[in-house]
């Protein structure tokens, strides 16, 4: 299996305008996960999806971010518009099933000037 | 609330051993343990579910202690290739699903 497949790898766009990063989880996966990893804060949960459905995006920071799942091969993950804050690693992560384990794909390295 | 992972850094040599604790302030229902080398992705290790049971894995393994709110990540006989960061995920809502990372901790081993 490929594993979770993320792109860009990087990411530089200066402030103000819109981001879109995307996911392609393994297949087969039920939940999604999106999480943001910066020194500061950590890895924190922005919005997790299961069968494609939005379950929790309590972690989402604003309005300015949004997520779809439109299928269960892709989601998205969209900043707009952007702001020197949201300059951190996004990570996005799949499992198969309820507490299994979470595979993480390489990141996109986001870096808003 | 992030569980708070102690020791916040540790340097070993090759072959000692390290103890790395999870402690959380709500109540426990699973533990997730992850590995993250520099630059890379958060690669699983173990889970660790309600009961207090201590799973293993080659030469790390782990206990959770469900009164306690707490979990250990235990390395004996340290390898180089053990090197990296250490983080737990804690279920503290009985979903499984919504993970809280902890602050991490960072294992250095040496020659």
């Not at chain 2, 992705?41 to 707490?70: R, W």
Request: proline letters at 5%; glycine letters at 8%; a neutral charge.
């Amino acid at each position: 299996d490929a594993g979770v497949i993320q792109s860009p790898r990087h990411e530089v766009t200066e402030m103000g305008q819109e981001v879109t990063l995307r996911c392609k989880p393994i297949s087969g996966h039920d939940y999604l996960f999106w999480y943001r990893q910066t020194m500061m804060r950590g890895l924190e949960l922005l919005i997790y999806f299961n069968n494609n459905v939005p379950i929790d995006d309590s972690g989402m920071p604003e309005d300015r971010f949004s997520a779809k799942m439109p299928n269960a091969s892709f989601s998205t993950l969209k900043i707009q518009p952007s702001e020197p804050r949201d300059s951190a690693v996004y990570f996005c992560a799949s499992s198969l099933v309820y507490n299994s384990p979470l595979h993480f794909g390489n990141g996109t390295r986001l870096t808003v000037t | 609330q992030q569980p708070v992972q102690s020791p916040q850094a540790v340097i070993l040599r090759e072959g000692e051993d390290a103890v790395i604790n999870c402690s959380s302030s709500k109540a426990l229902y699973s533990v997730h343990w992850y590995r993250q080398k520099h630059g890379e992705a958060p690669v699983f290790l173990m889970i660790l579910l309600k009961g207090g049971e201590q799973k293993g894995h080659e030469k790390i393994s782990a206990s959770f202690n469900e009164k306690k709110q707490q979990s250990s990540l235990y390395l004996t006989a340290s390898q180089l290739s053990y090197s990296g960061t250490y983080f737990c995920g804690t279920d503290n809502t009985g979903t499984a699903s919504k993970l809280t990372f902890g602050t991490g901790t960072r294992l250095q081993v040496t020659l």
